[in-house]
């Protein structure tokens, strides 16, 4: 399964140790490695990129787990996370489509104290072991969530309720007269407004995760086309796996925009 991956490490000489063996694991068909950085908190609390891969589209999901991380974890996580929680609340949004929610965030904020480093990567892994207890040997604390079908489901879920909104406001303002009415209609187009920004950002989902999917089984061919045997076999798996999920994700999300385009004929 795809995983979002934080290991933590004292400092950062050790964290880039811990990218290196990532990338070992890779190399030896245990995991695929779609994208990774370190990063570092010094002294004052201040965080910063210190190495990154530019892996396009593969890279999605790191680059913005990293520029997060960095944005919400740069202070005091309890002031991160709580007070300055409307400022960052549209990066908060970001990761909760990831898959990645404030309770991971708060986790990995409480140990990444200043002074220690981390890497951030986005891997396909079968089992948990072989980062485990390669990171745990190069002095590692691995904190994972898996990256899944939810969000994509929740996305339509929210179309459903914005129109079941909508509908209810152009019934009351049916029966509705003067001021009432007036003010019943600037809701209508506020809420067709935020329907047409979720049209447009469920469009441009769908053109992401496939750009996301296109970019991840070609590493995954790559991959596979040094591996032999048992190895090959596996990853070959871990291909078809990523058509079938990609194919699910594709099906909500258009399901999703259909309902926005019904909607917005209304």
Do not use: C
């Not at 979720?198 to 790559?222: G, N, P, Y």
């Not at 048992?230 to 309902?259: G, T, V, Y």
């Amino acid at each position: 399964m795809d995983k979002i991956l934080v290991v933590i490490f004292d400092d950062e000489n050790k964290a880039y140790e811990g990218s290196r063996t990532l990338q070992d694991l890779h190399n030896e068909g245990s995991i695929t490695l779609y994208g990774k950085a370190v990063i570092a908190k010094d002294a004052s609390g201040q965080m910063s990129v210190k190495q990154t891969d530019d892996e396009g589209p593969v890279g999605t999901a790191v680059g913005l787990l990293t520029g997060s991380l960095i944005g919400l974890l740069g202070g005091p996580v309890g002031v991160a996370l709580g007070a300055y929680a409307g400022m960052f609340g549209g990066m908060i949004y970001d990761l909760a489509n990831l898959g990645v929610g404030e309770d991971f965030l708060y986790e990995v904020g409480q140990y990444l104290e200043p002074g220690k480093a981390a890497v951030v990567a986005e891997v396909y892994e079968t089992w948990v072991l072989p980062v485990d207890n390669r990171m745990q040997a190069v002095g590692g604390v691995v904190f994972r969530r898996t990256r899944g079908e939810i969000v994509d489901a929740q996305i339509e879920r929210d179309v459903v309720a914005l129109n079941a909104e909508i509908a209810e406001l152009e019934a009351e303002l049916n029966q509705a007269t003067g001021e009432a009415k007036a003010k019943l209609q600037a809701k209508i187009e506020a809420a067709k407004a935020r329907l047409q920004a979720m049209r447009e950002s469920i469009q441009a989902k769908i053109e992401t995760s496939q750009q996301e999917t296109e970019a991840k089984v070609k590493a995954l061919q790559e991959q596979a086309a040094k591996a032999e045997g048992e190895r090959k076999a596996k990853i070959e798996a871990r291909i078809a796996e990523l058509k079938a999920d990609q194919k699910r994700r594709s099906e909500l999300l258009h399901q999703a925009w259909e309902l926005t385009k019904e909607a917005m004929k209304v």
